[in-house]
């Protein structure tokens, strides 16, 4: 089956370091990848590429089939989520956070639907009404699942998910990975935790000098 | 009424006030004597200089001389506005943008009011054009110079926030929206608290000139508000230039914020 995002020879250079140097990597439908590797390595800046925050110095990233250069930018971003490693928080309460995705796009999400996605995301309701820039990391985290899961991407790609949570948040949120995965999205985490790794079936890469190394299966990634 | 000239023995006498100034510097250990002492002479050279400049203009009057020395207006206002500009593109790029509003404000401020309101008898004349150009221009100056500095600080500021409402799908336009709206309003409120409190605490400078040099008063104080329309007028077209410019020079050609100082790797 073709990748819905399919990355080819992407290459990046950052103040005269080579981050990425032709990586080639396709997710596909309904697939987990974990990617690890040492730390300033470039994980971000390809997670930031894929969710086309930043542009690579070369290579290609098709969605779909489709060179993501010949798309709308923001358009193709509505379809990719990415949840970033510290997600920053818009001014207001975690309802309004939730609803600031189909906003943008001139939709409205009723509070039950929103309520909904926060619990999806590992939140009890009761945080729905709580100023969202008063949450802990961990919350804030569980957040902007919820606010990218009420966009109904097609892709998921998030940066170090579970750094900010205990082992039952941890487990909660990987049970939500898989789910996404079961119902046909991609998703690509990186990750440096032992009890994703553990938990998630996944297909394991590291980044290491600008090139993704494909783990043996059964090799110890932690 | 005719007008008080000040003879040259006159405008001497009053560098004694410097001198009261530079007492009190010295009394109280200011450390501004330096300064005092060389604004003394810059003002004194500089408008001297404006002074000799603009007898030679009035007395050839002369479109070209007339809308020369506009065009330099303009042009120190685009640079004036464009300079220290953090986390900008720089000033040579912001220079361009930041004349080009300068210049759309002012035409589009000034040249109705010549045209339908004030009405010069000279199409081109200098004693009316020349001033009246120069206190709107410089008020352009400050709301694009207030609108750069505010629109690039905030999104450098909240970048986090700005990519993640592009992660969300949202245009530049939608990114950076609170942020540009606050420049604006900012850029608008010194003019607007000039409209409140005008007349309340200070007489505003021309008015105060014309009534100075024989002007009656109502005639001096329709003038004065003619201008002080023009003022909010020319700030809130240039500043929304100025904003638009500055929220396309934020976004890449593929909507990607653009970091003036890189941020983060890793």
């Known amino acids: ?38 730390s300033g390595g470039g994980k971000t800046t390809l997670l930031r590429i894929l969710g086309l925050l930043v542009e690579p110095d070369g290579g290609q990233l098709l969605l779909d089939g489709t060179d993501v250069r010949t798309l709308v930018p923001h358009a193709v971003r509505r379809r990719v989520a990415l949840v970033a490693q510290a997600p920053a928080m818009f001014p207001g309460t975690v309802l309004d956070n939730v609803r600031s995705g189909p906003r943008l796009a001139s939709r409205d999400l009723d509070e039950s639907a929103a309520r909904e996605l926060i619990v999806r995301a590992g939140l009890e ?77 996944a297909r394991r890469l590291e980044l290491v000098a600008g090139h993704l190394i494909e783990h043996a299966p059964g090799r110890r990634t932690s | 009424m005719s007008y008080v000239s000040v003879s040259l023995p006159q405008l001497l006498l ?49 479109p070209a001389s007339v ?38 404000g002012g035409v589009v401020v000034l ?5 339908f309101v004030i009405r010069p008898p000279l199409w081109y004349e200098a004693r009316l054009l020349i001033p009246i150009s120069g206190m709107i221009l410089s008020n352009a100056m400050n709301g694009v110079a207030l609108v750069f500095e505010r629109v690039f600080a905030s999104i450098h500021q909240d970048a986090p926030g700005v990519e993640q409402l592009l992660s969300l799908g949202a245009t530049p336009k939608q990114a950076v929206d609170r942020h540009v709206r606050a420049a604006m309003n900012a850029a ?79």
């Open chain 1, 1 to 38: 089956m073709p990748a819905l995002l399919d990355a080819r020879g992407l290459r990046k250079t950052y103040e005269g370091r080579v981050l990425l140097d032709g990586v080639d990597l396709g997710l596909e439908r309904g697939t987990v990848t974990t990617v690890g590797g040492p």
């Open chain 2, 14 to 62: 009053s560098l004694g006030l410097m001198a009261i100034a530079l007492a009190v510097s010295a009394q109280s250990r200011l450390g501004l004597e330096k300064d005092l002492l060389l604004g003394t002479v810059r003002a004194a050279v500089q408008l001297f200089a404006v002074g000799l400049l603009l007898t030679l203009v009035f007395r050839n009057q002369h």
């Open chain 1, 125 to 201: 309701p009761a945080f729905l009404g709580q100023d969202a820039r008063a949450l802990s990391g961990g919350e804030k985290l569980r957040v902007a699942v919820a606010r990218a899961l009420a966009l109904r991407p097609e892709a998921w790609l998030l940066d170090e998910p579970t750094a900010a949570l205990d082992d039952e948040r941890t487990s909660v949120l990987v049970g939500l990975l898989r789910e996404l995965a079961g119902e046909g999205a991609p998703v690509l985490v990186v990750t440096h935790d032992a009890r994703v790794l553990e938990q998630l079936p």
């Open chain 2, 111 to 115: 040249v109705p009011v010549f045209a």
């Open chain 2, 188 to 266: 608008l409120r010194p003019t607007i608290n000039g409209l409140l409190t005008v007349g309340l605490v200070a007489l505003p400078g021309m008015m105060t000139g014309q009534i100075v040099s024989g002007t009656a008063p109502d005639q001096a104080v329709r003038y004065q508000l003619v201008i002080m329309y023009q003022l909010v007028a020319v700030a809130s077209v240039a500043g929304a230039l100025a904003a638009r410019f500055a929220r396309r020079l934020s976004f890449s050609d593929r909507e990607q914020l653009r970091t003036f100082a890189d941020r983060r790797v890793g």
């Open chain 2, 67 to 104: 809308f020369g020395v506009i065009a330099v207006m303009v042009a120190v206002g685009g640079w004036t506005a464009a300079r220290r500009i953090a986390h900008g593109p720089g000033t040579w790029v912001l220079f361009r943008y930041a004349t080009l509003a300068v210049l759309v």
